[in-house]
């Protein structure tokens, strides 16, 4: 079932879901088990909202009352790339103060051809990339990319992130693999001067 669910809350935050396109297909991804996320209602968009469709939906909120306002949904944000960053610096004249976040896989370099790492931490407070596996191996069985250098190009968005100094840039994992991956993700993580965040699989 398609819907246009541009906007929900989860807790005491708001999400952002503007695209359904993405590069992977992580074998866990909640776009494979359920139309919904968290008692939201479908998160399949029947057509890519455009700015003035995000905004309008954005304007029957009160964006204030948030604690974070986090461009995540059905999809890979960066995979709208100008409309992530315009939404986010609309949101700045709008919900001032209130923290803005991505959620991302990390691969929106190659989805882009270019690096984004300075563009997307002018406008965002928190980077938080998917690294869900603490080795190639498993990184690529998990997260079954369409590109062949994922893990590296991965790395690097986030280590370009954390070289902005501009933004908070953490890592994750969810809780399901073990705790040898638990541990080499830490590594890696750290080797890029980023936090590791250990999720559990119903956050
Ligand atoms: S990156 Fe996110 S949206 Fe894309 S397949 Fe993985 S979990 Fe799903």
Known sequence: MKAMTISYEVGSNLYLNFTNQCPCACTFCIRNNADGAYGSDPLWLEHEPSMDEITADLLKRDLSKYSEIVFCGYGEPTCRL??????????????????????????????????????????????????????????????????????????????????????????????VISAEQIEAARAVAESLGAKLRVRKYDE
């Not at 315009?86 to 004249?93: G, P, Q, S």
């Not at 923290?99 to 051809?113: A, H, P």
């Open 82 to 175: 100008d409309v992530l960053i315009k939404t986010a610096e609309w949101l700045r004249t709008k919900a001032d103060g209130v923290k803005l976040r991505i959620n991302t896989n990390g691969l929106g370099d190659l989805v882009n051809g270019r690096s984004i790492a300075a563009e997307l931490c002018s406008v965002i407070d928190v980077i938080s990339v998917s690294l869900n596996a603490g080795t190639k191996d498993e990184y690529m069985n998990v997260t079954r990319p369409k590109f062949e250098n994922a893990w590296e190009a991965m790395q690097k968005f986030t280590a370009d992130c954390v070289k902005t100094g501009s933004s908070e840039v953490v890592m994750s994992v969810v809780d």
